[in-house]
T-cell receptor
Framework: DTEVTQTPKHLVMGMTNKKSLKCEQHMGHRAMYWYKQKAKKPPELMFVYSYEKLSINESVPSRFSPECPNSSLLNLHLHALQPEDSALYLC?????????????FGPGTRLLVL | EDQVTQSPEALRLQEGESSSLNCSYTVSGLRGLFWYRQDPGKGPEFLFTLYSAGEEKEKERLKATLTKKESFLHITAPKPEDSATYLCAVHTGTASKLTFGTGTRLQVTL
């Protein structure tokens, strides 16, 4: 089973709201990722967690706050977003974050910021 | 800086008309090249991993090959359900980071 689940599927929020995206995997993977994808563009890496520790932050604005409560769960907390943050947010997981290894993606959360 | 270029940007084929998608890369030390398929509004679906020049992998109507400068995704006798965006990504260095190409949007018509 190579399933990564994400909730919610869709999210609409105002610029003053606080919301969270959730990602879960039960493949025993120890590395988890957040990507942002704009329309007709490739995914852009935001954060990488390896063994529940943040290992890569691609200079993402502080209005995005990741959290990895345990090896199966990954959250992305959103606060004071801008309309340009509207995008498809993808979660992925891989064996342990060492190179090279396959990353398996979830279905994504479509976020619209009004 | 690692660069990945995919061509063509878009490709329209008739059902049964075989073709190839190209992924060329300029990287310092390729450690893995990945092909994904992505349907609109969905997450990328893993297809293949290639590690070294000369390697080939097949799955149903798809075959991926790798040279020292590029990879090809060959589609044999495509069907409408093969319509999707095909993404190529490379893994270099030790960081857990994929560099994606911009993708090829494939449309297969009856």
């Amino acid at each position: 089973d190579t399933e990564v689940t994400q909730t919610p599927k869709h999210l609409v929020m105002g610029m003053t709201n606080k919301k969270s995206l959730k990602c879960e995997q039960h493949m025993g993977h120890r590395a988890m990722y957040w990507y942002k994808q704009k329309a007709k563009k490739p995914p852009e890496l935001m954060f990488v967690y390896s063994y529940e520790k943040l290992s890569i932050n691609e200079s993402v604005p502080s209005r995005f706050s990741p959290e990895c409560p345990n090896s199966s769960l990954l959250n992305l907390h959103l606060h004071a977003l801008q309309p340009e943050d509207s995008a498809l947010y993808l979660c992925a997981s891989s064996q342990d974050g060492t190179s090279p290894e396959t990353q398996y993606f979830g279905p994504g959360t479509r976020l619209l910021v009004l | 800086e690692d660069q990945v270029t995919q061509s063509p940007e878009a490709l329209r084929l008739q059902e049964g008309e075989s073709s190839s998608l190209n992924c060329s890369y300029t990287v310092s030390g390729l450690r893995g090249l990945f092909w994904y398929r992505q349907d609109p509004g969905k997450g990328p679906e893993f297809l293949f991993t290639l590690y070294s020049a000369g390697e080939e992998k097949e799955k149903e109507r798809l075959k991926a090959t790798l040279t020292k400068k590029e990879s090809f995704l060959h589609i044999t006798a495509p069907k409408p359900e093969d319509s999707a965006t095909y993404l190529c990504a490379v893994h270099t260095g030790t960081a857990s980071k994929l560099t994606f190409g911009t993708g090829t949007r494939l449309q297969v018509t009856l």
